[in-house]
Structures are given as C-alpha cells and as structure tokens.
C-alpha cells in the first residue's frame, strides 16, 4: 500500500544519503560539537548548546538538501522516481522525513555528548519535535533554492546568502546583541524560531510559551513550503525533466 511505498523511498532517500556521504559529513559535523563541548565547562555547553544544535539541523539540512538535490538530478535519480507507481507528495514526504531522520541523528549525538561529558540533561521531547520541524522546513527551503537555481554554484550561491539573512537574527539574539524583549517579532527569523525553542529544549531558558510558538511556526511552515512550493516546483521541473 502506500505506507510501504512510503517506507521504501525514505529507505532509498537514507541510502542515497549515505552514498553521496551526506549523513558522514552531517555526523562529522556533530562529532566538531562533541570535541567543542569536551573542552567547554558544563555552563559554556549549555550556552552554546541550541545554537549548535540549530547549526546542524538548520544550516546543514539547508545546504544538504541542496547538494543532494543536485547529486540526485546528476544520477537522474528524480526521472526515475517519477515512472514509479508513487505519487508526488509521497516521494516530497519520504524527502522531509529524510531530512528530520538527519537532523535527528545529529542531535542524539550531540544530546549524548552532553549527558556524557556534563551530566546535562535536556527536554527530549521537545528537543525531538524541533530538530524534525527545523530540519524538515529548512531542507524545504534548501529544495526550493536548488530547485530555482540552474545549477550547483546557483544553489550555493543562494543558500549561503539565505544563510546570512536568516541565521544573523538567531545569532544576534543568542549575543544579546538583539535584546531578549524582541524576541518575539525577531522569531518570525526560522532560525531564531528554532533557537527559542531548543533553549527550552536544553533548559537554558523556561519559556514555554516561545518554545510552543517557535515549533508551531517551524511545522506550519515546513508544511506549507512542502505542500505548495518544493511540490509544484518538483512537478513542473519533473515534467521537463
């Protein structure tokens, strides 16, 4: 049926994630905080621990969606998917669940390094829920970009500047360099949305009600980038081939 037809094209996304060594160097990446976080005092690793955290189901989902999109389209893999008896929206689905599976193999990393090395505890639950949300709606964006662009230096190009513009905000609140009352408005920012919820996730900050709205905003979000944007952009370029 079409939960097995689901089942097997996430297996094929994951297989094809480890052949074109995208999940390595996600893990790698992971492994850079773990050795970070072994030299930070146990207060430090926590501080820096949402940023870090959002660095990997964040920046990377975004500029790993757009590499893979592109390795795909070089191995003609999206004109093979597309004469399977799947639809669409399954193949879109298995992608974001592709990207969360990522995100959250670098987050039980990094969650095990903290409880190992500091003894720090997090709030899994929600940590779970926003490494999927942020992972699954920033590879959205990473499929739009690569998607849009003609080609591979296009899709750097416009990932590194979307980087820039969404990542600032996050890195400016996280500084206090943006005071913390603006949070609120600076959230629309995916990548602060994101960081107000893993600091409720490492319990840097108790803020429920941030944390709430900042997964809310990250899983609408994905869902709507999926459903109406990386879906229709997917369909037009899959009939052109």
Known sequence: GSMSSLVKLFLGEMKRMVSYKILPISVATSMIWVVLFSLLSAAEARRFAPLLLYTDAGVMSLLLAGAFHHLERIDGTVKTMM???VST??????????AAAL???SALVVSLALYFL??????????????????????AIGLVIALKA????GTLGGV??????IFVPAILLETGLIPRGWAWPVMLSPSAAATEALNYAVKTTGDLPKAAAGLAYLGILAGILYRFVVLRLF???ASVG
């Open 118 to 139: 500091h003894g720090i505890t997090l709030r899994y639950i929600v940590l779970l829920l926003t490494i999927a949300a942020a992972a699954m709606a920033h590879a």
């Open 103 to 105: 995100g959250l193999i």
């Open 150 to 153: 003609r080609d591979f230096s």
């Open 160 to 165: 590194m500047l979307f980087i820039m513009l």
């Open 83 to 85: 004469v399977l008896p």
């Open 235 to 237: 369909r037009s370029h």
């Open 89 to 98: 929206g399954q193949i879109i689905l298995a992608k974001a669940l592709a």
